[in-house]
């Protein structure tokens, strides 16, 4: 299918742990993925990118790894705070067609 | 800058009744996006817009929905009747040029529909 997912809809971690959420996607035909957090109430907001000729990209205390192989995406989050909690989600873009976006991962911070 | 601004934030309305979301995207942004997320799952794209042409509306209910942005600008999305599985937050994003380049999508607040 084309339909991109997570792999946990949920994951619970201490402030000051890092964080990993994984997104698996089915398409090889992906050149370009997304993630996005979206907190209560908001709309989403866009974390970091990378296209499907790199399989690893870093922004401020994320990263983000590509495994085509396997058609696997992560996210990791350096040093998680309580702000960091919120619903993760990872967009595939497949030629020809929309931005589509995987159901999402919530992640709980606790202090 | 000021974001994408949405209106109405919620809406209550009964089946095969109508209604209209606004959305006024960041200025000098030439595509606008409109998106239904139901609840527990990701956004859906329904419509994209590059100014006042349609880029995208493959995903678009074309029986019950409808959008339209006359002017470049500002942006409705109607449904005309709505059914109860309607029922979803409606997301309107802008981004300068479009999101494959890598211009950034910046989502309002959305607007949350229940119908019942």
């Known amino acids: 299918g084309e339909s991109v997912g997570l792999h946990l809809p949920t994951l619970s971690v201490q402030e000051g742990d890092n964080s990993i959420i994984n997104c698996a996607y089915s398409?090889?035909?992906?050149?370009?993925f997304i993630w996005y957090k979206q907190e209560s109430g908001k709309g989403p907001q866009f974390i970091i990118d990378?296209?499907?000729?790199?399989d690893k990209r870093q922004g401020q205390r994320v990263t983000v790894l590509l495994n085509k192989t396997v058609k696997h995406l992560s996210l990791q989050i350096a040093a998680t705070q309580p702000g960091d909690s919120a619903v993760y989600f990872c967009?595939?873009?497949?030629?020809?067609?929309?931005?589509?976006f995987g159901k999402g991962t919530t992640l709980s911070v606790s202090s | 800058e000021a974001g994408v601004a949405q209106s109405p934030r919620y809406k209550i309305i009964e089946k095969r009744q109508s209604v209209a979301f606004w959305c006024n995207p960041i200025?000098?942004?030439?595509?606008l996006y409109w998106y239904q997320q139901i609840l527990g799952q990701g956004p859906k794209l329904l419509i994209q817009?590059?100014?006042?042409?349609?880029?995208?509306d493959s995903q678009l209910p074309k029986d019950r929905f409808s959008a339209e942005r006359l002017k470049g600008v500002d942006s409705t999305l109607k449904i005309q009747p709505a059914k109860l599985e309607d029922s979803a937050v409606y997301l309107c994003?802008?981004?300068?040029?479009?999101?494959?380049?890598?211009?950034?999508?910046?989502f309002g607040p959305g607007t949350r529909l229940t119908v019942t």
């Open positions: 398409n090889s035909a992906s050149d370009y």
């Open positions: 990378i296209r499907s000729n790199m």
């Open positions: 967009a595939e873009n497949i030629p020809g067609t929309a931005l589509i």
């Open positions: 200025s000098g942004h030439a595509t």
């Open positions: 817009f590059q100014n006042n042409g349609v880029v995208d």
């Open positions: 994003a802008s981004s300068l040029g479009s999101y494959i380049t890598g211009d950034e999508q910046y």
